[in-house]
């Protein structure tokens, strides 16, 4: 760990070290609100254009692994600052 003093003498906190940590949480973040987006968008459509529950169930499907994938991530991110 490397740490800096300034002029006064007095020592400065280290730096924190990005292991790519906030990145990751980020994308997990837009990936579960665009997720909600999307889902809520292909139901209202779907619902106003008489698709068939195949479709809607397809985007159901969608969302669900979207949220998965988010939810595995986040996991990943708990562990890594954890450990």
Do not use: C, H, N
Request: proline share 4%.
């Amino acid at each position: 760990m490397v740490t800096a003093t300034t002029r006064a003498g007095r020592m400065k906190a280290p730096a924190p070290q990005d292991d790519g940590s906030a990145r990751q949480a980020r994308k997990a973040g837009l990936v579960m609100a665009l997720t909600m987006v999307l889902w809520m968008g292909v139901q209202v459509v779907g619902g106003e254009m008489g698709w068939p529950a195949k479709y809607t169930l397809l985007a159901d499907l969608a969302a669900l692994a979207g949220f998965i994938w988010a939810l595995a991530v986040t996991y990943q991110i708990w562990r890594k600052r954890r450990g």
